[in-house]
């Protein structure tokens, strides 16, 4: 199905700002990226940024559907909107969609802009968990993933500095949890004696990662954490290998668990992130006996675009207003 108006999908980050220009039939006609991210935007003056970033494709586009998703959503965003509880799927999520009331609106009367809710769910009984941002590529994966309108189950890995597992039925993310390995893994890299001995090489899946994915899937994470400094000092470990044996140690804790938290045994893991993340990830889940399907993590704005095109439907945008 096309959209009969032209649909514009904006993911905005805590870092980052990505922008899309949508085509009716959802390819992108252009795309624009900065580092612009909400927590970089001076004094909170989201309109400014908006205008700057996108404001020549309005004047392009005079009748545009803007979708946002991400951080742009939360409490520390333009507007926030309110969670959608799982299981949820993309018709529940465009029922959560809220119409932004922006300043620069009488200068573009025909454009309407709406924000993205993001997701919840309970980790345990008690235990909230939040994503904002991730729902959209995971979405936007749903046709390489097969589970939209089919019973068909998958589980998604999105690794990051909050990294997500989620799990998908029927088109739907029935659930999901928080890891917050790649945020540990800067702290103790920046601000903890065991980045002290860290030389300049990056992270690489080789065999001192594959040692530490090894340890880390083991168990008692706060015991073998310092192993990347006493191996250090005691000559079986070179300094250049820390950080990968470092990163082994916290990707295979999380993978580890997540695995033993899923309600059921995945044939397959799907991959969505960062290339140079997935590749780690990718190795260590082989390491831990998973099968690994890597996706485009570039398909946030095919989720934008099924959202909108809901949006679109009928008259559900005269409904919601």
Not at 10 to 28: E, I, K
Not at 299 to 315: C, E, M, N, S, T
Request: glycine share 10%; proline share 6%; charged share 20%.
């Amino acid at each position: 199905m096309t959209a009969p108006r032209p649909v514009i999908a904006v993911d905005w980050g805590t870092s980052s700002f990505r922008a899309y220009a949508l085509g009716p039939d959802g390819a992108t006609q252009d795309h624009r990226a900065s580092e612009s991210g909400i927590l970089r935007v001076a004094g909170g003056d989201f309109a400014t940024a908006f205008r700057q970033q996108i404001g020549d494709w309005l004047d392009e586009r005079p009748d545009a559907l803007v979708v946002m998703s991400g951080m742009i959503g939360s409490r520390q965003g333009w507007m926030e909107v309110p969670y959608c509880p799982c299981p949820c799927d993309l018709s529940m999520l465009a029922a959560g969609l809220k119409r932004l009331d922006w300043p620069d609106s009488a200068h573009w009367p025909g454009v309407e802009v709406w924000v993205v809710p993001g997701l919840s769910a309970e980790t345990a009984p008690g235990l909230p968990d939040v994503m904002r941002g991730e729902e959209m590529q995971i979405f936007g994966a749903l046709p390489d993933l097969s589970a939209e309108g089919s019973g068909e189950r998958a589980v998604v890995c999105l690794p990051g500095t909050h990294s997500k597992w989620a799990s998908v039925a029927g088109g739907a993310v029935t659930g999901f949890a928080t890891y917050m390995t790649g945020e540990v893994y800067d702290v103790l890299q920046g601000h903890s004696i065991l980045g002290r001995l860290m030389t300049a090489e990056p992270a690489a899946a080789d065999a001192w990662f594959e040692q530490g994915v090894a340890l880390g899937a083991e168990g008692a994470l706060l015991r073998v954490l310092f192993s990347a400094r006493s191996r250090v000092l005691s000559g079986t470990l070179p300094e250049s290998a820390v950080r990968s044996y470092l990163s082994g140690l916290l990707i295979g804790h999380e993978v580890s668990a997540a695995l033993c938290d899923l309600e059921y045994p995945p044939a397959q893991i799907a991959l969505l992130g960062a290339p140079a993340l997935e590749a780690l990830y990718e190795v260590a889940l082989r390491n831990l006996g998973c099968d690994v399907k890597r996706l485009d993590a570039e398909v946030a704005a095919q989720g934008l675009f099924q959202v909108a095109r809901r949006l679109l439907d009928g008259d559900t945008i005269a409904r919601m207003r």
